[in-house]
């Protein structure tokens, strides 16, 4: 993923009209957008195809499968014009790799640790763990918690230089200097951007605090 801003805008939006404005008017400080489930299943999965348009885009589908339904769902995001697509780290090494084969040109992200409070009870034990397997596989990068600054410094020491993206900042309570100065390369911010009155401007501001650091 091109790193400019540094920032990602989470578009969980569910209007899509609403979210196509926010999208256009805060493209200008996002190195891409990132879409899920509540966006796609209020719009129709054609908003994938309407979005690259504006950003590269990142299908965070989540996807916890078996390796021949996760080759279907990739290749699927990748045909509608994803630039790259989230893909949880903890079903192993063959749907991994079969996430990587299947996206081609695509960049897949392998989730570790999540960001929320539940994310500390199972997927921070092996988070490590998921990250050395991901570099096997192939994966571009990972998703690590801006909740737990911490932990983004831990991941960032076995990712090499692999990209981290970091979840958390704003309405979850992280920061987005924190999870830079972690280690992080992206923030990935959703809310506190496009829940905000003037999203174009909480997108500078995330992107101010983060040149700022630079
Ligand atoms: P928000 O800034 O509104 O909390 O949104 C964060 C976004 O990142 C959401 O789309 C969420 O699904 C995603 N995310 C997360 O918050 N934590 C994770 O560990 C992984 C995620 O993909």
Redo the contacts with the bound molecule.
């Keep these: 993923m091109k790193r400019e801003t540094g920032l990602i805008l989470?578009l969980?939006e569910t209007d899509a009209a609403k979210a196509l404005r926010i999208a256009d008017s805060a493209s200008a400080y996002v190195d891409a957008i990132?879409i899920?489930w509540p966006l796609v299943l209020s719009a129709g999965p054609e908003m994938i195809t309407r979005l690259a348009e504006i950003s590269d885009v990142i299908c965070?589908f989540?996807v916890a499968d078996i390796p021949n339904t996760v080759r279907l769902i990739v290749e699927g995001a990748a045909a509608r014009g994803a630039s790259a697509v989230?893909v949880h780290a903890f079903t192993g090494e063959d749907s991994l790799t079969e996430a990587v084969r299947a996206a081609g040109k695509a960049d897949i992200y392998a989730?570790t640790e999540?960001?929320?409070p539940g994310?500390a009870a199972f997927t921070a034990l092996h988070a490590e763990e998921m990250v050395r397997m991901g570099k096997r596989c192939g994966v571009s990068g990972f998703?690590a918690?801006a909740t737990r600054p911490g932990r983004i410094a831990e991941i960032r020491k076995i990712a090499g230089d692999l990209e981290i993206m970091s979840?958390?900042?704003?309405?979850?309570g992280g920061s987005a200097g924190a999870a830079i100065s972690a280690g992080a390369d992206h923030v990935?911010?959703?809310?506190?951007i496009y829940g905000s009155e003037d999203p174009a401007a909480a997108a500078k501001a995330v992107c101010d605090e983060i040149k700022s650091l630079l």
Excluded at 167 to 172: D, I, L, M, R, Y
Excluded at 188 to 192: E, K, Y
């Design positions: 989470a969980d990132k899920n965070d989540k989230i989730v999540m960001s929320h994310g998703v918690p979840p958390g900042v704003g309405a979850q990935i911010v959703g809310r506190s």
